[in-house]
């Protein structure tokens, strides 16, 4: 799909606010009336709290870098700062002493302002880092020099912290916050280490060593990442509650999610990463890919600022990790992770509200009157290597040699505010290329380029953003950037101004009437700016216009009720209310030690053995094997093994269990334990169609690398695991829609997608035709297990739905495979079995889609499952052909 003819965002998300609250409203009487709980409550987990908190104690506090944002208490006004003083708890206890002063941590404000106003329908928790504690001179305190009764006391005090810059106008219940302790050490090594020096140059399309000043390790602080996501994980499960939403917020809680799913299986979860996400070429070069990709699709919808990040991360996934993708999303062992995207927006109320005080009209005539005559092009930008302040710098450069009638009438005012990560280098290089500019087109009454490298108070920056004539924000990568939202609000009452905008800003394909540039063409940037700078009154008004109506629209606190809308949404797609329960061991034990005849049922890839890349490596374990004799010792048993493998494959690996019976190739093929002949199902059926699906499989694998095809006697499949796995999917696809509406439609054929494959196969063949045989031919069964991991061993679980709603006695139909091969004239017979006793096992996740009563998670578990049953039987091992190896060999067959 291409990128560039995205949907910003999908029909129905530009409805008004008051839409979407309608429609989360719906979703969640839908929900109680299903059954599913809700608590109304929303945990929003963010990096840090919006919170300064500072403690007046006694002694110093140890020297560090600066607090993270770099904001200090000593930036706020006084009155934007409170005290908190907790209420003691009885009588008899005196008012604990106010230790504690409070004040807004400024930064993430279109995050912020979106979750709290979600306070108006939920209660809202806020979880996150306390940030670095500052004293009462702003200096850094050491974590571990904060007492037990100092945290419990900030804890209170911040529980119902309300900032006395919110909302004028909003009157609903405040967020709770939830601080997250963390040492120092795992704190900076996780913020200052991981997350800047590693996963924030990745996620703006930068290597470590492109960004650091000394040799770069990407895995040297992955410890204390790991440590820190860990804080929050525990944190999150203090406080969780039946029933709440939890959304993680961006790329340093990115582990949270499967973290947090290992303790709450049931949680439902949201990820939302406000970064850019990079295409699966840069994102494969991170040491730790897979624990970050797999702790993110712990959530059960991520979720991105753009449909192009989306696709990247589905792709990352797809070739980095092998995992496959579905119509609801991407499927890890059964957990089927939705992805989509939300873009975010700013506080336009807000900021439309500060854009009118008082103080910045004295400050807008100031900039006018210092200007006059002057076009002003305005640009704010962190001095970030990635906001592209260089190439922009040379573009504005270029804008004076390719139109020298602008030297002279026209300024470029840029500010760069200090970055959270210090660079001497670009700091160096921006001044140099200032210096350079205002010398060679300046003049003793004309400086072409003012750069302020400082933090603008708000008032100054308003009025920068009103006065200009032209705005130029040309990062090289950038998520969400604020100011060219803000830009648009503050012209619509002065200028009207356009705006210059790069197109690798994930905004802007919603800005599309703004003038989008590549950063790194100079030529085109410089002819942007001459067209913002000419263009005509009334196109400045068609675009603001239409500009004002984007920004208005897709507000800070339509984004957030869209993520609740979109989580709520998925709880009803994916049957969240329905996970498939963990297998009862007790309850396995008490019926099989009850039981008078047991039918044991195992599929064995995936089930029995885990998928591996080359299927003749997947070799059973010494556990599978000794759970496999053990049962088969045991007479009350009937053991069976029900395999897609053929029948050679079986016989090497497992015929010398004497006692256990196979059926191969999904049904085609069955040998009785005891026996060693092999009861072909296939021969009384037409399979002339095998030479017509052969010759279609052929001229796929010749157009697909890696691709092959594997005949068995009664059915062909086509494999395609170690081609690349986007066009390998692509082309099975194609195929499958060949075979289904040309062949499929005149033979008595089925066509199945498997695990990297495509099967065709009779339809009177399959594993729950067999399951159903050997049912038949033993109704006494008192207790039945049956395990299988994907779609083909559906059948099986399918064959064991034996009981109607309302029935406890079953009398079973001779199935085909009896009538087939065994006797045409089979007469139906009463099973001894009751519901309880069959024990239906999925392998995988417990969000799994699933026709099984019962899951667990590894095939390792089954084994475990199975030997916990045997444990009291002793066991000597039957020599195994397949084993019979030197030991360096066996080893390196079961990797």
Partial sequence: ????????????????????????????????????????????????????????????????????????????????????????????????????????????????????????????????????????????????????EERTELEQSILDYHPKDAD???????????????????????????????????????????VATEYASADSHYPQYESANAAFARRIADVYQSGDLIWVHDYHCLLVPRLVRESIPDAVLGLFVHTPFPSSEVFRCLPRRKEILDGMLGANLICFQTYSYSRHFISTCIRVCGYETTSRGI???????????????????????????????????????????????????????????????????????????????????????PALTDSPKLERQVSELVAHINGEYGALDFIPVHHYHQTLKKDEFYALLSVADLAV???????????????????????????????????????????????????????????GLTMEDQEKARRQDNLYKVVTTHTSHSWAALLVKMLLGQMGLQGTARQTP?????????????????????????????IVKTPSMAVPSEAALEALEKLSMDPKN???????????????????????????????????????????????????????????????????????????????????????????????????????????????????????????????????????????KNPDAEFIFCAGDDKTDEDMFRALLLFPPGTTKVTMEPPVAVTLVDDPDAKPVDLSIKQEAVFTTAVGHSSKRTLASWHVTTPQEIVEHMLELVKDIPYVRTPSPSRSVAPEEESKANL
């Fill in 638 to 776: 009937l053991v069976y093994i029900i395999s897609g493998r053929d029948g050679e494959f079986l016989e090497q690996h497992l015929g010398h269990l004497k006692n256990v019976g196979f059926s191969a190739e999904h049904g085609g093929f069955v040998r009785e334990r005891g026996s060693k002949e092999w009861v072909n199902f296939t021969n009384h059926l037409d399979m002339s169609w095998m030479s017509e699906v052969e010759e279609i499989f052929r001229y796929y694998t010749e157009r697909t690398t890696g691709s092959h095809i594997e005949v068995k006697k009664s059915s062909i499949t086509w494999h395609y695991r170690a081609s690349d796995p986007e066009w390998g999917l692509f082309q099975c696809r194609q195929c499958q829609d060949l075979l289904e509406n040309n062949l499929a439609r005149k033979r008595p054929i089925e066509v199945l997608i498997g695990k990297k494959n495509l099967e065709v196969r009779p339809l009177a063949v399959n594993k729950g035709e067999i399951v159903k045989r050997i049912l038949y």
């Fill in 331 to 417: 499927d890890v062992e059964g957990h089927v992770t939705a992805v989509m995207h939300c873009p975010v927006g700013i506080d336009a109320e807000r900021v439309a509200r500060d854009i009118t005080r008082p103080g910045i009209k004295p400050k807008l005539e100031a900039l006018r009157n210092l200007y006059e005559g002057k076009k002003i092009i305005v640009g704010r930008d962190k001095l970030d290597v990635v906001k592209g302040v260089l190439q922009k710098l040379r573009a504005f450069e270029k804008l004076l040699q390719d139109y020298p009638e602008w030297v002279g009438n026209v300024v470029m005012i840029q500010v760069t505010s």
């Fill in 1 to 148: 799909m291409d990128s560039f003819s995205e949907p910003y965002t999908r029909q129905g998300d530009d409805i008004s606010l008051d839409k979407v609250r309608e429609k989360i409203s719906a979703l969640e009487q839908e929900h109680r009336k299903n059954g599913i709980p809700l608590s109304g409550r929303i945990i929003h987990v963010v990096h840090y709290l919006p919170i300064v908190a500072s403690l007046s104690k006694s002694g110093f506090g140890v020297l560090s870098p600066p607090a993270t944002p770099p904001t200090k208490v000593s930036d706020v006004s006084n009155d934007a700062q409170t005290s908190s003083i907790p209420q003691s708890t009885s009588e008899e206890q005196p008012k604990a002493p106010a230790s504690w002063s409070l004040a807004p941590r400024y930064g993430h404000a279109a995050m912020v302002s979106g979750i709290r106003s979600l306070s108006q329908s939920h209660e809202q928790i806020i979880v996150g880092w306390t940030g670095d504690i500052v004293d009462k001179n702003g200096d850094k305190l050491a974590v571990d020099t904060v007492t037990p």
């Fill in 582 to 610: 963990y297998i009862p061991k007790d309850q396995l034990n008490s019926l099989y030690d009850s039981a008078k005849k047991r039918l044991f049922l195992f599929d064995y890839d995936g089930t029995l053995s885990p």
């Fill in 473 to 531: 924000i040309t990062p090289l990568r950038d998520g969400m950037n604020t100011t060219s939202m803000e830009f648009v609000i503050a012209q619509n009452e002065t200028n009207k101004s356009p705006s210059v905008l790069s197109e690798f800003m994930g905004i802007s394909k919603n800005m599309e009437d703004a003038l989008l540039v590549n950063p790194w063409n100079l030529g085109d940037v410089a002819a942007a700016i001459n067209k």
């Fill in 168 to 210: 004028i106008d909003d009157d609903s219940k405040s967020p709770k916050y939830v601080p997250v302790w963390l040492e120092d050490k795992v704190a900076h090594g996780h913020y200052d280490g991981y997350c800047k020096q590693t996963l924030w140059p990745l996620f703006h399309y930068l290597l470590w060593q492109d």
